[in-house]
């Protein structure tokens, strides 16, 4: 299920989700002319700086968020003719053929069938596209969940982290060659209290949040943060490259 974000708070934190998209716009060759997909575009952070990098080229961006894409139009405004705005979940076929390359930070651990994921994305591409993205993967918020299980009872299943070899094959059975895929612990601090309080419910626990009455959500957060040895979210991140199949 695609849920909704609170997109103006999401825009108003102190994101890691920046220096994971400036590492993954590294990994993306790029002449300046290309037509990128970035798949999970949020409200428009990486395709701001993504369009920095395309003088002469354009972005697809797609998401299923409908609060994400709002903000990014709002972001955006003035470069919207060289953006097409698509509202789509990622596992399901895509309206888009022959993009020149693929872009993605932070979506696809929200995502449970990778396989449907990668093979919409390879479809979206033309043969020999580069594809470069940064999700959570194996390891991924270990702390977080452990003290969401004391504070439910139960183990969170809203996550898909991935590691990196079960990536890999995901990948090349899509259609994808020249595959690399790593996992770099990245640890995100945050100022104790409000900050982090918000971060977690914005950022990290928005998914059971959903189910609970708006009135519980406060004592909620709090509870998991009381469960936190430190105002820190113990991040890993699956990094990848690879390219599509073909010339």
Known sequence: ?????????????????????????????????????????????????????LPRGRVIAVDGSARMLDRLRDRLADRLDRVDVHQADLTRPLPITGADAAFSVATFHWIHDHDALFANIARALRPGAPFAADCGGHGNVARVRAALAKVTGEEPQTWNFAGAEETRRRL?????????????????????????????TTVVLGAQLDRLPA?????????????????????????????????
């Open 1 to 53: 299920m695609i849920r909704e974000w609170d997109a103006a708070t999401y825009d108003s934190l102190p994101l890691p989700h920046l220096r994971w998209g400036r590492r993954t716009l590294e990994r993306l060759p790029l002449t300046g002319a290309e037509t990128v997909l970035e798949a999970g575009c949020g409200t428009g952070r990486d395709t701001e700086a993504l369009l920095d990098l």
């Open 172 to 200: 090349e059975a899509a259609g994808f060659t020249d595959v690399e895929v790593t996992l770099v612990p990245d640890p995100a601090r945050l100022e104790a209290g409000e900050q982090f309080e918000s971060y977690l």
């Open 215 to 247: 009135a519980e959500h406060r004592d909620f957060v709090r509870a998991v943060a009381a469960e936190l040895p430190e105002p820190v979210v113990d991040y890993v991140r699956l990094e990848f490259s690879a390219r599509r199949a073909g010339s």
